[in-house]
């Protein structure tokens, strides 16, 4: 786990880059407040009933129970929900 200086580091240079796109960006670290955030993100993931997951453009497409779509641009989560080929036989590729 990477340090917590290191994490607000990183979070208000992400805050910065929004700024620079006259986007404002909420950072949240703090325990109460990252508790809050990530209640509300499994909450959104449970929703979701398809997913395509696109490691050559890094990108994770969510299709949600209503029918709206969400994308996450993200270098690693393309790759972390890719299952490795296993070839099985005849069938070919699995």
């Given at each position: 786990?990477i340090?917590?200086?290191?994490?607000?580091s990183?979070?208000?240079?992400?805050?910065?880059?929004?700024?620079?796109?006259?986007s404002?960006?909420?950072?949240?670290?703090?325990?109460?407040?990252l508790?809050?955030?990530?209640?509300?993100?499994?909450?959104?993931?449970?929703?979701?009933?398809?997913?395509?997951?696109?490691?050559?453009?890094?990108?994770?497409?969510?299709?949600?129970?209503?029918?709206?779509?969400?994308s996450?641009?993200?270098?690693r989560?393309?790759?972390?929900?890719?299952r490795?080929?296993?070839?099985?036989?005849?069938?070919?590729?699995?």
């Open positions: 786990m340090a917590e200086d290191n994490v607000v990183k979070a208000e240079r992400v805050a910065a880059l929004e700024a620079e796109l006259e404002a960006g909420e950072i949240s670290v703090a325990d109460i407040e508790q809050h955030m990530r209640g509300v993100l499994h909450t959104w993931v449970d929703g979701v009933v398809g997913i395509v997951s696109s490691p050559g453009v890094g990108r994770v497409s969510l299709i949600h129970t209503d029918g709206s779509q969400s996450i641009a993200s270098s989560l393309p790759f972390l929900l890719s490795p080929v296993r070839f099985g036989g005849a069938e070919g590729p699995v």
